[in-house]
Protein backbone atom coordinates (compact mmCIF):
# COMPACT_ATOMS: atom_id res chain seq x y z
CA UNK A 1 0.00 0.00 0.00
CA UNK A 2 2.65 1.94 0.47
CA UNK A 3 4.29 2.30 -3.32
CA UNK A 4 0.58 2.73 -4.45
CA UNK A 5 0.57 5.93 -1.87
CA UNK A 6 3.87 6.90 -2.92
CA UNK A 7 2.85 6.65 -6.86
CA UNK A 8 -0.73 8.56 -5.96
CA UNK A 9 1.88 11.07 -4.65
CA UNK A 10 3.37 11.25 -7.54
CA UNK A 11 0.64 11.74 -9.53
CA UNK A 12 -0.98 14.56 -7.79
CA UNK A 13 2.04 16.55 -8.04
CA UNK A 14 2.65 16.05 -11.50
CA UNK A 15 -0.82 17.34 -11.95
CA UNK A 16 -2.31 20.63 -12.33
CA UNK A 17 -5.42 20.01 -10.85
CA UNK A 18 -4.27 20.27 -7.03
CA UNK A 19 -2.27 23.59 -7.84
CA UNK A 20 -5.32 25.41 -9.95
CA UNK A 21 -7.23 24.39 -7.20
CA UNK A 22 -5.49 26.43 -4.13
CA UNK A 23 -4.52 29.03 -6.48
CA UNK A 24 -8.25 30.06 -7.76
CA UNK A 25 -9.32 29.39 -4.12
CA UNK A 26 -6.32 31.63 -2.70
CA UNK A 27 -6.39 34.33 -5.17
CA UNK A 28 -10.69 34.12 -4.07
CA UNK A 29 -10.16 34.33 -0.49
CA UNK A 30 -6.95 37.69 -0.98
CA UNK A 31 -9.40 38.83 -3.43
CA UNK A 32 -12.22 39.12 -0.92
CA UNK A 33 -10.32 40.77 1.53
CA UNK A 34 -8.63 43.09 -1.41
CA UNK A 35 -12.22 44.27 -2.20
CA UNK A 36 -13.05 45.04 1.95
CA UNK A 37 -9.47 46.94 1.56
CA UNK A 38 -10.76 49.05 -1.18
CA UNK A 39 -14.21 49.46 -0.23
CA UNK A 40 -12.43 50.81 2.97
CA UNK A 41 -10.42 53.33 1.08
CA UNK A 42 -13.02 54.48 -0.97
CA UNK A 43 -15.63 55.36 1.35
CA UNK A 44 -15.44 57.22 4.66
CA UNK A 45 -17.18 54.89 7.70
CA UNK A 46 -16.70 51.97 6.15
CA UNK A 47 -17.62 49.59 8.82
CA UNK A 48 -16.57 45.87 7.42
CA UNK A 49 -13.08 46.30 6.83
CA UNK A 50 -12.01 44.32 9.80
CA UNK A 51 -11.30 41.15 10.22
CA UNK A 52 -13.90 40.48 12.72
CA UNK A 53 -16.35 40.59 9.62
CA UNK A 54 -13.96 39.22 7.18
CA UNK A 55 -13.25 35.66 9.54
CA UNK A 56 -17.10 35.62 10.12
CA UNK A 57 -17.84 35.32 6.78
CA UNK A 58 -16.31 32.18 6.76
CA UNK A 59 -17.41 30.99 10.42
CA UNK A 60 -20.68 31.17 9.56
CA UNK A 61 -20.08 29.76 6.52
CA UNK A 62 -18.02 26.59 6.62
CA UNK A 63 -20.42 24.58 4.53
CA UNK A 64 -18.76 26.38 1.83
CA UNK A 65 -15.87 24.77 2.97
CA UNK A 66 -17.38 21.13 3.03
CA UNK A 67 -18.41 21.63 -0.43
CA UNK A 68 -14.81 22.31 -1.48
CA UNK A 69 -13.55 19.43 0.01
CA UNK A 70 -16.12 17.53 -2.41
CA UNK A 71 -14.61 19.70 -5.76
CA UNK A 72 -11.34 18.94 -4.53
CA UNK A 73 -11.78 15.05 -3.94
CA UNK A 74 -13.45 15.03 -7.78
CA UNK A 75 -10.11 16.58 -8.74
CA UNK A 76 -7.60 14.47 -6.97
CA UNK A 77 -9.18 11.12 -7.55
CA UNK A 78 -9.69 11.77 -11.31
CA UNK A 79 -12.02 9.77 -13.07
CA UNK A 80 -9.99 6.45 -12.99
CA UNK A 81 -12.94 4.38 -13.67
CA UNK A 82 -13.47 6.12 -17.06
CA UNK A 83 -9.70 6.20 -17.95
CA UNK A 84 -9.19 2.69 -17.20
CA UNK A 85 -5.95 3.03 -14.90
CA UNK A 86 -7.84 1.53 -12.04
CA UNK A 87 -8.05 -1.33 -14.08
CA UNK A 88 -4.30 -1.49 -14.21
CA UNK A 89 -3.73 -1.23 -10.51
CA UNK A 90 -5.76 -4.31 -9.72
CA UNK A 91 -4.49 -6.31 -12.43
CA UNK A 92 -1.51 -5.50 -10.50
CA UNK A 93 -2.34 -6.84 -7.55
CA UNK A 94 -3.48 -3.98 -5.39
CA UNK A 95 -6.42 -4.91 -3.38
CA UNK A 96 -9.41 -2.62 -3.75
CA UNK A 97 -9.37 -1.72 -0.40
CA UNK A 98 -5.75 -0.75 -0.24
CA UNK A 99 -7.05 1.91 -3.45
CA UNK A 100 -9.28 3.04 -1.56
CA UNK A 101 -8.20 3.46 1.73
CA UNK A 102 -4.97 5.11 -0.38
CA UNK A 103 -7.00 7.60 -2.41
CA UNK A 104 -8.86 8.44 0.68
CA UNK A 105 -5.58 9.50 2.66
CA UNK A 106 -4.10 10.99 -0.04
CA UNK A 107 -7.14 12.82 -0.81
CA UNK A 108 -6.96 14.31 3.22
CA UNK A 109 -3.38 15.21 2.72
CA UNK A 110 -4.34 17.11 -0.32
CA UNK A 111 -7.15 18.94 1.68
CA UNK A 112 -5.40 19.71 4.40
CA UNK A 113 -2.94 21.27 2.29
CA UNK A 114 -5.07 23.10 0.91
CA UNK A 115 -6.93 24.62 3.69
CA UNK A 116 -3.58 25.16 5.67
CA UNK A 117 -2.47 27.26 2.31
CA UNK A 118 -5.68 28.89 1.50
CA UNK A 119 -6.82 29.57 5.25
CA UNK A 120 -3.23 31.43 5.77
CA UNK A 121 -3.64 33.52 2.59
CA UNK A 122 -7.32 34.95 3.58
CA UNK A 123 -5.97 35.19 7.24
CA UNK A 124 -2.76 36.49 6.53
CA UNK A 125 -3.84 39.25 3.61
CA UNK A 126 -7.07 39.93 5.98
CA UNK A 127 -4.35 40.99 9.20
CA UNK A 128 -2.19 42.92 6.36
CA UNK A 129 -5.14 44.62 4.84
CA UNK A 130 -8.19 45.41 7.07
CA UNK A 131 -8.64 46.79 10.88
CA UNK A 132 -7.03 44.26 13.59
CA UNK A 133 -9.41 45.67 15.97
CA UNK A 134 -9.17 43.47 19.05
CA UNK A 135 -12.04 40.90 18.83
CA UNK A 136 -11.68 37.19 18.94
CA UNK A 137 -12.10 36.90 15.07
CA UNK A 138 -9.03 34.72 15.02
CA UNK A 139 -10.12 32.34 17.67
CA UNK A 140 -13.19 32.17 16.38
CA UNK A 141 -12.53 30.99 13.00
CA UNK A 142 -9.53 28.95 13.95
CA UNK A 143 -12.17 27.18 16.58
CA UNK A 144 -14.53 26.81 13.80
CA UNK A 145 -11.97 25.10 11.38
CA UNK A 146 -11.05 22.70 13.70
CA UNK A 147 -14.77 21.79 15.03
CA UNK A 148 -15.58 21.20 11.41
CA UNK A 149 -12.52 19.24 10.40
CA UNK A 150 -13.70 15.98 10.79
CA UNK A 151 -17.16 16.83 9.10
CA UNK A 152 -14.65 17.73 5.59
CA UNK A 153 -13.37 14.02 6.24
CA UNK A 154 -16.46 12.62 6.26
CA UNK A 155 -17.70 14.84 3.40
CA UNK A 156 -14.40 13.70 1.67
CA UNK A 157 -15.18 10.02 2.59
CA UNK A 158 -18.21 10.23 1.83
CA UNK A 159 -17.22 11.80 -2.29
CA UNK A 160 -14.92 8.78 -2.20
CA UNK A 161 -17.25 5.90 -1.61
CA UNK A 162 -20.32 7.63 -3.71
CA UNK A 163 -17.49 7.28 -6.38
CA UNK A 164 -16.08 3.88 -5.91
CA UNK A 165 -19.81 2.46 -5.85
CA UNK A 166 -21.06 4.43 -8.95
CA UNK A 167 -18.19 4.35 -10.79
CA UNK A 168 -18.43 8.00 -12.10
CA UNK A 169 -17.57 11.75 -11.16
CA UNK A 170 -21.01 12.91 -12.10
CA UNK A 171 -23.17 10.20 -10.07
CA UNK A 172 -21.11 10.98 -7.16
CA UNK A 173 -21.51 14.57 -7.02
CA UNK A 174 -25.25 13.74 -7.54
CA UNK A 175 -25.26 11.31 -4.77
CA UNK A 176 -22.77 13.74 -2.53
CA UNK A 177 -25.41 16.61 -3.08
CA UNK A 178 -28.68 13.76 -2.43
CA UNK A 179 -26.92 12.39 0.88
CA UNK A 180 -25.23 15.34 2.06
CA UNK A 181 -27.05 18.42 1.54
CA UNK A 182 -30.48 16.67 0.07
CA UNK A 183 -30.95 15.05 3.63
CA UNK A 184 -29.82 17.61 6.21
CA UNK A 185 -32.82 20.08 4.20
CA UNK A 186 -35.61 17.01 4.65
CA UNK A 187 -34.71 16.74 8.10
CA UNK A 188 -34.46 19.99 9.55
CA UNK A 189 -37.77 20.57 8.15
CA UNK A 190 -39.20 17.33 9.42
CA UNK A 191 -37.12 18.39 12.66
CA UNK A 192 -39.49 21.59 13.03
CA UNK A 193 -42.23 19.52 14.25
CA UNK A 194 -40.88 15.78 14.90
CA UNK A 195 -37.83 15.73 18.00
CA UNK A 196 -36.36 12.64 16.35
CA UNK A 197 -35.33 14.41 13.32
CA UNK A 198 -34.56 17.74 14.96
CA UNK A 199 -32.16 15.02 16.89
CA UNK A 200 -30.91 13.19 13.67
CA UNK A 201 -30.19 16.34 11.85
CA UNK A 202 -28.23 17.83 14.56
CA UNK A 203 -25.64 14.46 14.02
CA UNK A 204 -26.02 15.44 10.17
CA UNK A 205 -22.20 16.90 9.11
CA UNK A 206 -23.96 19.59 6.73
CA UNK A 207 -26.07 20.47 9.70
CA UNK A 208 -22.88 20.81 11.89
CA UNK A 209 -21.00 23.18 9.34
CA UNK A 210 -23.80 25.74 9.07
CA UNK A 211 -25.47 25.63 12.96
CA UNK A 212 -24.94 29.26 14.69
CA UNK A 213 -27.39 31.28 16.01
CA UNK A 214 -27.51 35.19 16.73
CA UNK A 215 -27.52 35.91 20.71
CA UNK A 216 -29.64 39.09 20.97
CA UNK A 217 -27.94 39.66 24.00
CA UNK A 218 -24.66 40.09 23.67
CA UNK A 219 -25.19 41.04 19.85
CA UNK A 220 -22.54 38.11 18.91
CA UNK A 221 -22.56 34.68 17.61
CA UNK A 222 -22.76 31.90 19.12
CA UNK A 223 -21.66 28.88 17.13
CA UNK A 224 -22.50 24.79 17.72
CA UNK A 225 -18.97 25.05 18.58
CA UNK A 226 -18.53 27.84 20.95
CA UNK A 227 -19.32 25.61 23.94
CA UNK A 228 -17.03 22.21 24.90
CA UNK A 229 -19.89 20.30 24.75
CA UNK A 230 -20.80 21.20 21.28
CA UNK A 231 -17.68 21.44 19.85
CA UNK A 232 -17.47 17.70 21.30
CA UNK A 233 -20.81 17.07 19.60
CA UNK A 234 -19.05 18.59 16.20
CA UNK A 235 -15.77 16.03 16.36
CA UNK A 236 -18.40 12.97 16.89
CA UNK A 237 -20.57 14.11 14.06
CA UNK A 238 -18.17 14.65 11.97
CA UNK A 239 -15.87 11.23 13.36
CA UNK A 240 -19.29 9.03 13.09
CA UNK A 241 -19.81 10.41 9.42
CA UNK A 242 -16.54 8.85 8.51
CA UNK A 243 -16.38 5.49 9.92
CA UNK A 244 -19.64 4.88 8.21
CA UNK A 245 -19.59 6.10 4.53
CA UNK A 246 -16.00 4.43 5.13
CA UNK A 247 -17.18 0.74 6.29
CA UNK A 248 -19.98 1.03 3.41
CA UNK A 249 -17.45 2.44 0.80
CA UNK A 250 -14.88 -0.66 1.65
CA UNK A 251 -17.46 -3.60 1.59
CA UNK A 252 -19.25 -1.88 -1.59
CA UNK A 253 -15.83 -1.64 -3.68
CA UNK A 254 -14.58 -5.43 -2.68
CA UNK A 255 -17.17 -6.56 -4.60
CA UNK A 256 -17.79 -4.09 -7.33
CA UNK A 257 -16.89 -5.83 -10.80
CA UNK A 258 -14.66 -3.03 -13.19
CA UNK B 1 0.58 -28.08 -7.61
CA UNK B 2 1.55 -28.66 -11.39
CA UNK B 3 4.86 -26.08 -11.60
CA UNK B 4 4.74 -26.75 -15.12
CA UNK B 5 1.06 -24.93 -15.43
CA UNK B 6 1.13 -21.72 -15.08
CA UNK B 7 -2.65 -21.16 -15.59
CA UNK B 8 -5.30 -23.55 -15.25
CA UNK B 9 -8.74 -23.17 -15.05
CA UNK B 10 -11.48 -25.66 -13.66
CA UNK B 11 -15.55 -24.98 -14.98
CA UNK B 12 -15.03 -21.36 -14.81
CA UNK B 13 -18.30 -19.53 -15.60
CA UNK B 14 -19.17 -15.92 -15.53
CA UNK B 15 -22.98 -15.07 -16.39
CA UNK B 16 -23.54 -11.67 -16.58
CA UNK B 17 -27.69 -11.44 -16.30
CA UNK B 18 -29.08 -13.43 -18.42
CA UNK B 19 -25.84 -13.86 -20.87
CA UNK B 20 -23.35 -16.84 -19.95
CA UNK B 21 -20.02 -15.25 -21.04
CA UNK B 22 -18.06 -17.99 -20.38
CA UNK B 23 -19.43 -21.72 -19.83
CA UNK B 24 -17.40 -24.06 -17.61
CA UNK B 25 -14.17 -23.32 -19.32
CA UNK B 26 -11.30 -25.48 -18.97
CA UNK B 27 -8.22 -24.00 -19.97
CA UNK B 28 -4.70 -25.30 -19.25
CA UNK B 29 -1.70 -23.09 -20.10
CA UNK B 30 1.55 -24.63 -19.96
CA UNK B 31 4.71 -22.25 -18.48
CA UNK B 32 6.70 -21.08 -21.02
CA UNK B 33 4.00 -21.54 -24.03
CA UNK B 34 2.45 -18.68 -26.07
CA UNK B 35 -0.95 -19.40 -25.96
CA UNK B 36 -3.51 -18.46 -28.77
CA UNK B 37 -6.62 -17.51 -27.48
CA UNK B 38 -9.07 -17.64 -30.64
CA UNK B 39 -12.77 -16.48 -30.99
CA UNK B 40 -15.19 -14.16 -32.42
CA UNK B 41 -16.69 -11.00 -30.70
CA UNK B 42 -18.58 -12.19 -27.85
CA UNK B 43 -16.11 -15.61 -27.68
CA UNK B 44 -15.59 -14.82 -23.94
CA UNK B 45 -12.02 -13.76 -24.85
CA UNK B 46 -12.13 -10.89 -23.29
CA UNK B 47 -14.06 -12.32 -20.08
CA UNK B 48 -11.39 -14.46 -19.10
CA UNK B 49 -8.72 -12.16 -19.47
CA UNK B 50 -11.02 -10.28 -16.81
CA UNK B 51 -11.04 -13.27 -14.74
CA UNK B 52 -7.17 -13.63 -14.50
CA UNK B 53 -6.64 -9.96 -13.83
CA UNK B 54 -9.55 -9.69 -11.09
CA UNK B 55 -10.99 -7.32 -12.89
CA UNK B 56 -14.30 -9.32 -12.54
CA UNK B 57 -15.18 -12.44 -9.93
CA UNK B 58 -16.49 -15.03 -11.57
CA UNK B 59 -19.76 -16.81 -11.24
CA UNK B 60 -18.99 -20.27 -10.34
CA UNK B 61 -15.62 -22.41 -11.41
CA UNK B 62 -12.08 -21.46 -9.89
CA UNK B 63 -8.62 -21.24 -11.15
CA UNK B 64 -5.00 -21.66 -10.34
CA UNK B 65 -2.80 -18.77 -11.27
CA UNK B 66 1.31 -19.37 -10.86
CA UNK B 67 0.71 -22.97 -8.98
CA UNK B 68 -1.82 -20.93 -6.43
CA UNK B 69 -5.71 -21.55 -6.13
CA UNK B 70 -6.65 -19.18 -3.15
CA UNK B 71 -8.18 -15.87 -4.09
CA UNK B 72 -6.42 -14.31 -1.21
CA UNK B 73 -3.10 -15.42 -3.12
CA UNK B 74 -3.49 -13.77 -6.26
CA UNK B 75 -3.01 -10.40 -4.99
CA UNK B 76 0.43 -11.10 -4.31
CA UNK B 77 0.57 -13.54 -7.65
CA UNK B 78 -0.40 -10.90 -10.10
CA UNK B 79 2.66 -8.62 -9.02
CA UNK B 80 4.22 -11.57 -11.49
CA UNK B 81 1.69 -10.94 -14.14
CA UNK B 82 1.54 -7.49 -16.38
CA UNK B 83 -1.36 -7.52 -18.91
CA UNK B 84 -3.03 -5.57 -21.24
CA UNK B 85 -7.04 -5.66 -21.73
CA UNK B 86 -8.79 -4.07 -24.15
CA UNK B 87 -8.04 -0.38 -24.60
CA UNK B 88 -5.02 0.27 -22.14
CA UNK B 89 -5.82 2.94 -19.46
CA UNK B 90 -3.26 5.80 -18.87
CA UNK B 91 -3.98 9.15 -17.67
CA UNK B 92 -4.39 11.82 -20.60
CA UNK B 93 -2.69 14.76 -19.47
CA UNK B 94 1.00 12.97 -18.44
CA UNK B 95 3.70 11.95 -20.08
CA UNK B 96 4.18 8.00 -21.61
CA UNK B 97 7.62 8.61 -19.18
CA UNK B 98 4.84 10.43 -16.57
CA UNK B 99 2.68 7.38 -16.80
CA UNK B 100 5.10 4.50 -16.47
CA UNK B 101 7.06 6.48 -13.95
CA UNK B 102 3.62 6.14 -12.02
CA UNK B 103 3.26 2.55 -12.49
CA UNK B 104 6.91 1.78 -11.60
CA UNK B 105 6.49 3.30 -8.13
CA UNK B 106 3.40 1.80 -7.84
CA UNK B 107 4.82 -1.75 -8.24
CA UNK B 108 8.24 -0.61 -6.21
CA UNK B 109 10.33 -1.50 -9.29
CA UNK B 110 14.04 -0.28 -8.31
CA UNK B 111 15.80 2.02 -10.67
CA UNK B 112 14.48 5.01 -12.62
CA UNK B 113 16.44 3.54 -15.99
CA UNK B 114 13.71 1.11 -15.72
CA UNK B 115 11.04 3.64 -17.52
CA UNK B 116 13.44 4.31 -20.28
CA UNK B 117 14.65 0.93 -20.96
CA UNK B 118 10.61 -0.17 -21.24
CA UNK B 119 9.90 2.34 -23.70
CA UNK B 120 13.28 1.83 -25.97
CA UNK B 121 11.90 -1.57 -25.89
CA UNK B 122 8.79 -1.07 -27.56
CA UNK B 123 9.90 1.66 -29.67
CA UNK B 124 8.72 4.29 -27.65
CA UNK B 125 11.93 6.27 -26.97
CA UNK B 126 11.29 9.34 -28.69
CA UNK B 127 7.97 9.75 -27.53
CA UNK B 128 8.86 9.77 -23.98
CA UNK B 129 7.36 13.14 -23.19
CA UNK B 130 4.50 13.44 -25.59
CA UNK B 131 1.26 13.28 -23.48
CA UNK B 132 -0.75 10.00 -24.00
CA UNK B 133 -3.98 12.01 -25.16
CA UNK B 134 -2.00 13.35 -28.24
CA UNK B 135 -0.68 9.89 -28.76
CA UNK B 136 -1.60 7.91 -32.06
CA UNK B 137 -3.36 4.45 -31.14
CA UNK B 138 -0.20 2.44 -32.13
CA UNK B 139 2.06 4.33 -29.71
CA UNK B 140 -1.38 4.16 -27.05
CA UNK B 141 -0.74 -0.24 -27.36
CA UNK B 142 2.95 0.13 -27.77
CA UNK B 143 2.53 2.10 -23.98
CA UNK B 144 0.44 -0.05 -22.57
CA UNK B 145 2.86 -3.59 -23.45
CA UNK B 146 5.32 -1.20 -22.23
CA UNK B 147 3.27 -1.30 -19.26
CA UNK B 148 2.81 -4.74 -19.22
CA UNK B 149 6.78 -5.51 -19.39
CA UNK B 150 7.77 -2.86 -17.10
CA UNK B 151 7.93 -5.73 -14.31
CA UNK B 152 9.63 -8.65 -15.93
CA UNK B 153 6.33 -10.82 -15.45
CA UNK B 154 6.40 -14.41 -15.83
CA UNK B 155 2.64 -14.43 -17.07
CA UNK B 156 2.04 -11.71 -19.95
CA UNK B 157 -1.63 -11.42 -20.86
CA UNK B 158 -2.23 -9.56 -24.17
CA UNK B 159 -5.94 -8.60 -25.57
CA UNK B 160 -5.43 -8.03 -28.78
CA UNK B 161 -2.22 -6.08 -28.61
CA UNK B 162 -1.48 -5.40 -32.23
CA UNK B 163 -4.44 -3.67 -32.76
CA UNK B 164 -3.70 -0.19 -34.13
CA UNK B 165 -0.12 -1.68 -35.16
CA UNK B 166 1.01 -0.79 -39.13
CA UNK B 167 2.99 -3.91 -40.12
CA UNK B 168 5.96 -2.97 -39.59
CA UNK B 169 5.05 -2.24 -35.75
CA UNK B 170 3.56 -5.63 -35.91
CA UNK B 171 6.06 -7.49 -37.03
CA UNK B 172 8.41 -5.36 -34.09
CA UNK B 173 5.90 -7.05 -31.55
CA UNK B 174 5.91 -10.09 -32.60
CA UNK B 175 10.01 -10.42 -32.69
CA UNK B 176 9.62 -8.88 -28.74
CA UNK B 177 7.25 -11.31 -27.54
CA UNK B 178 9.56 -14.30 -29.21
CA UNK B 179 12.55 -13.30 -27.98
CA UNK B 180 10.83 -12.89 -24.45
CA UNK B 181 9.54 -16.21 -24.61
CA UNK B 182 12.65 -17.43 -26.12
CA UNK B 183 14.97 -15.79 -24.25
CA UNK B 184 13.00 -14.67 -20.76
CA UNK B 185 10.56 -17.84 -20.73
CA UNK B 186 7.81 -15.36 -20.31
CA UNK B 187 4.44 -17.02 -20.46
CA UNK B 188 2.08 -15.47 -22.89
CA UNK B 189 -1.47 -15.28 -23.27
CA UNK B 190 -2.73 -13.33 -26.21
CA UNK B 191 -5.24 -13.62 -28.07
CA UNK B 192 -6.13 -11.54 -31.58
CA UNK B 193 -8.42 -11.69 -34.56
CA UNK B 194 -5.63 -12.07 -37.16
CA UNK B 195 -5.30 -15.73 -37.39
CA UNK B 196 -2.01 -15.34 -39.55
CA UNK B 197 -0.49 -13.66 -36.49
CA UNK B 198 -1.06 -16.26 -34.27
CA UNK B 199 0.12 -18.62 -36.73
CA UNK B 200 3.83 -17.18 -36.54
CA UNK B 201 4.31 -17.25 -32.57
CA UNK B 202 2.05 -19.64 -31.08
CA UNK B 203 2.77 -22.74 -29.58
CA UNK B 204 -0.60 -23.72 -27.98
CA UNK B 205 -4.63 -22.94 -29.06
CA UNK B 206 -7.50 -22.53 -27.27
CA UNK B 207 -10.63 -21.94 -29.33
CA UNK B 208 -13.77 -19.68 -27.88
CA UNK B 209 -17.09 -19.75 -29.07
CA UNK B 210 -19.99 -18.12 -27.55
CA UNK B 211 -18.42 -18.92 -23.54
CA UNK B 212 -17.11 -22.59 -24.40
CA UNK B 213 -14.10 -23.80 -24.75
CA UNK B 214 -14.16 -25.95 -28.36
CA UNK B 215 -11.16 -26.91 -28.40
CA UNK B 216 -7.32 -26.99 -26.87
CA UNK B 217 -4.68 -28.14 -28.66
CA UNK B 218 -0.76 -27.31 -29.73
CA UNK B 219 0.48 -25.58 -32.64
CA UNK B 220 1.88 -29.42 -33.53
CA UNK B 221 -1.64 -31.29 -33.40
CA UNK B 222 -3.13 -27.96 -35.28
CA UNK B 223 -0.72 -28.23 -38.11
CA UNK B 224 -1.93 -32.16 -38.37
CA UNK B 225 -5.03 -31.11 -38.52
CA UNK B 226 -4.85 -28.64 -40.82
CA UNK B 227 -3.35 -30.95 -43.64
CA UNK B 228 -3.79 -30.56 -47.77
CA UNK B 229 -6.67 -31.92 -49.36
CA UNK B 230 -8.42 -32.85 -52.83
CA UNK B 231 -11.48 -30.51 -53.27
CA UNK B 232 -13.61 -32.39 -55.95
CA UNK B 233 -16.98 -30.56 -56.97
CA UNK B 234 -19.40 -33.39 -58.73
CA UNK B 235 -23.02 -33.17 -59.79
CA UNK B 236 -24.23 -35.75 -56.98
CA UNK B 237 -21.17 -35.92 -53.71
CA UNK B 238 -23.29 -38.91 -52.41
CA UNK B 239 -22.67 -40.75 -56.05
CA UNK B 240 -19.14 -39.95 -55.93
CA UNK B 241 -18.51 -40.68 -52.08
CA UNK B 242 -19.71 -44.21 -52.56
CA UNK B 243 -17.42 -44.70 -55.55
CA UNK B 244 -14.52 -43.59 -53.64
CA UNK B 245 -15.12 -46.17 -50.67
CA UNK B 246 -16.12 -49.36 -53.15
CA UNK B 247 -13.65 -48.22 -56.40
CA UNK B 248 -10.13 -46.57 -54.19
CA UNK B 249 -11.39 -47.88 -51.12
CA UNK B 250 -11.09 -44.43 -49.58
CA UNK B 251 -12.99 -43.49 -46.53
CA UNK B 252 -11.32 -40.13 -45.20
CA UNK B 253 -13.31 -37.53 -46.85
CA UNK B 254 -15.97 -34.85 -45.86
CA UNK B 255 -19.06 -34.04 -47.93
CA UNK B 256 -19.69 -31.11 -48.18
CA UNK B 257 -23.04 -28.87 -49.40
CA UNK B 258 -22.76 -27.24 -53.04
CA UNK B 259 -21.46 -31.51 -53.75
CA UNK B 260 -18.21 -30.46 -52.51
CA UNK B 261 -16.54 -33.26 -51.65
CA UNK B 262 -12.92 -33.04 -49.49
CA UNK B 263 -9.96 -35.93 -49.74
CA UNK B 264 -7.83 -36.28 -46.73
CA UNK B 265 -4.66 -38.38 -45.89
CA UNK B 266 -2.16 -39.95 -48.73
CA UNK B 267 -2.96 -39.37 -51.83
CA UNK B 268 -0.63 -41.03 -54.31
CA UNK B 269 -2.76 -40.65 -57.35
CA UNK B 270 -4.32 -37.90 -57.79
CA UNK B 271 -5.82 -38.35 -60.93
CA UNK B 272 -7.30 -41.30 -60.32
CA UNK B 273 -9.77 -39.46 -58.02
CA UNK B 274 -10.30 -37.24 -61.06
CA UNK B 275 -10.96 -39.58 -63.52
CA UNK B 276 -13.68 -41.66 -61.25
CA UNK B 277 -15.42 -38.62 -61.63
CA UNK B 278 -15.56 -38.45 -65.38
CA UNK B 279 -15.46 -42.10 -66.15
CA UNK B 280 -18.70 -42.60 -63.81
CA UNK B 281 -20.78 -39.90 -65.51
CA UNK B 282 -21.16 -37.64 -62.36
CA UNK B 283 -19.72 -34.76 -64.03
CA UNK B 284 -16.73 -33.13 -62.83
CA UNK B 285 -16.73 -29.36 -62.01
CA UNK B 286 -13.87 -28.33 -60.28
CA UNK B 287 -10.76 -30.44 -59.34
CA UNK B 288 -7.96 -28.76 -57.34
CA UNK B 289 -5.55 -29.98 -54.28
CA UNK B 290 -5.53 -27.14 -51.55
CA UNK B 291 -3.77 -26.38 -48.06
CA UNK B 292 -6.06 -25.92 -45.23
CA UNK B 293 -5.00 -22.55 -43.79
CA UNK B 294 -5.58 -22.36 -39.75
CA UNK B 295 -8.33 -19.75 -40.82
CA UNK B 296 -10.90 -22.37 -42.83
CA UNK B 297 -10.24 -24.86 -40.16
CA UNK B 298 -11.43 -22.23 -36.92
CA UNK B 299 -14.56 -21.17 -39.66
CA UNK B 300 -15.17 -25.22 -39.87
CA UNK B 301 -14.70 -26.00 -36.25
CA UNK B 302 -17.04 -22.83 -35.30
CA UNK B 303 -19.42 -23.66 -38.04
CA UNK B 304 -19.69 -27.24 -36.95
CA UNK B 305 -19.69 -26.49 -32.98
CA UNK B 306 -22.30 -24.28 -33.35
CA UNK B 307 -24.44 -26.06 -35.36
CA UNK B 308 -24.40 -28.72 -33.13
CA UNK B 309 -25.04 -26.42 -30.29
CA UNK B 310 -28.54 -25.36 -31.82
CA UNK B 311 -31.35 -27.55 -30.27
CA UNK B 312 -33.21 -29.46 -33.40
CA UNK B 313 -36.86 -29.41 -33.58
CA UNK B 314 -38.42 -32.17 -31.33
CA UNK B 315 -35.38 -32.09 -28.61
CA UNK B 316 -36.06 -31.24 -25.47
Redesign the interface.
Known amino acids: ML??L??EL??VF???GLYLFIGICSLFALSFNCILWAFDSTTTNFPWATIKYSFSTLDTNMYVVLFLTATLTSIIV?D?FK?????????????RTQIYISKLLITLLACFLSLFIIESVFIGSGYLLLDTDNSHALRNLLNATVACIPSFIAGCTAFITMYFISGSIASAIWNWIGFIVGIPMITSVLGLKFQFFEWLDSWLIFSVTASYTFDEQSSSLVYLWSSKEGMLHCLLAGFLGTIVFLIVGILKFR?K?? | MNQSIIFQSNQLTKIYGNTTALDHVNITIPKGSIYGLVGNNGAGKTTLFKLLAGHIFPTSGNFTLLGAGNESNFTALRKRCGCIIEKPGFFPNMTAKQNLEYYRIQRGIPGKDTVTNCLKLVGLSEASNKRFKAMSLGMKQRLGLALALIGEPELLILDEPINGLDPVGIIEIRNLLLKLNHEKHITILISSHILAELEHIATHYGILSQGKLLEETTAEQLREKCQSYLEVKVMDAHKYAALLESRLHCTNYKILPDNIVHIYGEIKDISSYSHLAVKSGNGLLSFAQKEAAFESYYMELITSKNQAMIPKKGDV
Do not use: P
Not at chain 1, 83 to 95: D, E, K, P, Q, W
Open positions: NYKSYRHSSVELRTLTNSVAFGISKAL
